[in-house]
């Protein structure tokens, strides 16, 4: 799972095998409540031995469900010492009784592990619109207190899936003076997955120590170019949400200022967001392959954003690379419609490494080495809009059968 | 196919069938000339038998092809007398040689019925970044003018077609004064297909005489809330563009200033064009059903507009309709990322006739009877905001298996 990536154009970071339990002073755990069908995993909870401080950036949905506001509200009152989630009930257009719920969640949590209820984080994913079980949720809450565990990240990671076909974890390691500190870290996606929100489920710990608005600034950074770059269908949920707590548990220098060591935190944090949002690409709904979108020469970020997420969100490109179809012009013509600003007349196009257009005109390519190209289960895209020096990349993956298929949920 | 439409809240326009060919003064005709497969219909002509003023409007896609600037010059050169079209190739991203071959379409119909290129609009659609087979294009033209007809605007609408499974046509009959007066159209549609273009292929014929600027902003406002309202997968084109000729054969008096006389026009043309729009969505490629999204109560026609569109193009509400499952709160979600102005709190959201939603929250409605609803190839949603006045229209189709195996075009 070891994967390197280039960020910020420095130093490169390695994720590594790993989880939210990694860091110092983390456990977690995983149970299968019956939120979803008997058996399967659905709740878990993240837990600080030491009070930790916490940021979070939410869906820039209008429509935001319940768990959202107290999230916020208890991030807002001070450090967080406790997560809890439950998959199977986004817990979304369920009014005030929704509300009570996700507050009853935090309390619970809180009573069954000696907090208070300001201290727990509560985050939910599922379908919209049904009401809380909360027997259910309540006896699963219980239940995770006392599973609790320094190896129980690998489990909670698979507690929060929806239609995720894997868990998505990882972890990145570095020094701080002499000291060895950790971000770990677990997401879900699958669907409902799209660039103009602040995240999907995403959870972050680790065992340094930060102040709380240089750990908002991080989170927020490495949110925007990682979750925020990836789409699986266009559709941005009501529940997205992502966290992290830091606990500052390895003993470290504490991180009080920008600098040298921010930066490298900050480093560390991107890498590991964009391993999780590759991960979360790859396993999209009924996806066989991740498509990477590089957007490079563009006037400023924005438009090499805009540019690489209306490629890697683009129905028709998305098609065409499920049936391996060297349909370049539908990148082209995703990158005009995105609203990024550039010259339709100086775009180069490459497909893998097989160029496919200069200065926006078709090229005689070899269709049998773009075919190869697609092939694989990692095709990566790469625009050159010769207009500037800022790049941006997006992650997808292919539209499928299957997308439909689990999507229609048929009923006859 | 009579169909009646509801416009601006006025008297209640019927669209009959007809064609661009249903007005005094238009011949039209269509062949097979080879830029397709031998033997099916690729390319269309119509001819007003005196010169006409022209009005067009195109993609908003930064990407524009070819045929798009060499018709929005001959238009602002003066009226026109000619339109050439074929299917099979874009002629975009094919930079100055295909500006060259647009240029030589114009000419070899001027040419062949003896006009000026400037009294010639040119338009394409099919498959993006190849060369025009500019040789079987102009064969083609020239066996074209030899079949122009009264009554060929049947195999024209056929010959525009690409993955479209069949014609889109239609007229609109009145009065001005004694004379009775129509408007005749044809589209096409099918892949590619998102709102926030300027349109996709339409053309419109009409033996009313109109001065130049009041025909643009016509055609502009019904392009508005017709094409510009459908949605077929999230992707807009490099090559839309709607034109409208106005020869004033009838013979009825001249439309020179607003009034009534004028919103007449506007009412016909529109329930045309929405007639045309529904058409598009319902044979949106691979779709079994028509998703109409009515909008009302917001504040603004253009965030009710949003909001519809959001719906209509929703990837996941597509699906579900598609499975005959009553997933609201899809509806809801994407109302909320649409970037409408309105209060979660206070929508309402029907499924056909049956409320799923009301208040932002979710009813224990029937879902025997949310089936009924779905199961036909007409679906209904209604979103009420109780935030204003303002409602909007917008139409899409189911996203179904087809639509996948349609656009992968399977190579392996």
């Not at 559709?235 to 009080?256: K, Q, R, V, Y």
Request: glycine share 10%; charged share 20%.
């Amino acid at each position: 799972m070891a994967n390197s990536h280039e960020v910020s154009g420095a130093t490169t970071v390695t994720v590594q095998d790993g989880n939210v339990t990694s860091p110092c002073g983390f456990t977690a755990a995983g149970v299968d409540a019956g939120v979803k069908k008997p058996g399967v995993l659905d709740m878990a909870m993240i837990q600080s031995d030491r009070p930790a401080t916490a940021a979070g950036v939410y869906t820039t949905n209008k429509v935001q469900a319940a768990p959202l506001k107290v999230t916020r509200e208890h991030i807002a009152a001070g450090p967080l010492r406790a997560v809890v989630i439950n998959a199977g009930n986004a817990n979304a257009c369920t009014g005030e009784q929704g509300e009570r719920d996700a507050r009853r969640m935090a309390e619970a949590t809180a009573g069954a592990l000696g907090l208070q209820p300001q201290e727990v984080a509560v985050a939910s994913t599922g379908v919209i619109g049904k009401p809380m079980p909360m027997g259910v949720i309540e006896a699963g809450i219980a239940r995770l207190a006392g599973a609790l565990a320094v190896d129980g990240g690998t489990v909670a990671a698979e507690a929060i899936m929806t239609t995720d076909t894997e868990p998505k974890t990882g972890k990145v390691e570095w020094r701080i003076g002499d000291q060895q500190v950790t971000i770990g870290g677990m997401a879900k996606g699958s669907g409902m997955i799209h660039p103009n929100m602040a995240t999907m489920l995403g959870f972050f710990t680790t065992d340094v120590q930060i102040a709380p608005a240089l750990l908002q600034k991080a989170l927020q950074r490495a949110a925007q170019v990682s979750f925020n770059m990836v789409s699986v269908d266009g559709d941005t949920s009501t529940n997205d949400m992502a966290l992290i707590l830091a606990n500052g548990a390895a003993g470290a220098p504490a991180i009080e200022t920008e600098g040298p060591l921010y930066d490298q935190f900050v480093q560390a944090l991107t890498a590991l967001a964009i391993h999780l949002a590759k991960a979360i690409a790859r396993d999209g709904e009924g996806a066989t392959k991740l498509i990477e979108v590089c957007v490079r020469g563009a006037k400023t970020e924005a438009s090499a954003a805009q540019a690489a997420r209306a490629v890697a969100a683009s129905t028709l490109f998305k098609a065409a690379v499920f049936g391996n179809d060297a349909n370049w012009g539908r990148i082209l013509c995703a990158v005009g419609y995105s609203g990024a600003d550039f010259d339709p007349a100086k775009v180069d196009v490459y497909l893998g490494h097989v160029q496919t257009a200069a200065q926006g005109q078709a090229l005689d390519f070899s269709e049998a080495e773009a075919l190869t190209v697609l092939q694989k289960r990692e095709v990566r895209v790469t625009v050159d809009l010769h207009d500037g020096d800022a790049t941006a990349t997006a992650w997808g993956c292919d539209l499928t059968v299957d997308y439909v298929h689990i999507n229609a949920d048929y009923r006859t």
